[in-house]
């Protein structure tokens, strides 16, 4: 059976070694503070676009099956406005 300080000598071990991967690799810590907000805003973006699209094409979709244009893209793109704007409000959050 494993210590707790164990675990904790492995764990520093880990960041050691990622901290070391890391400088290897070139990356300062402004570096890393930029590529994480920008990880930060494509991921954001991603989550915004991805329910409008889906639900834009979705309403399409209904709407040529039932013939009923354009009822079901409006409905649907409206739907995807607030989910996506739901999905940056939990990322946010």
């Not at 050691?16 to 503070?33: C, F, P, S, V, Y």
């Amino acid at each position: 059976m494993m210590s707790h300080d164990n675990n904790d000598d492995e764990h520093d071990v880990l960041d050691n070694r990622i901290h070391a991967l890391k400088t290897k690799h070139g990356l300062t810590e402004e570096q890393q503070r930029q590529a994480k907000s920008t990880n930060d805003g494509v991921k954001a973006g991603v989550e915004l676009l991805t329910p409008i699209v889906v639900c834009f094409f979705a309403g399409m979709g209904l709407d040529k099956w039932l013939d009923k244009s354009p009822l079901f893209l409006m409905i649907f793109f409206v739907l995807g406005v607030i989910t996506g704007f739901w999905n940056i409000y939990k990322l946010t959050k």
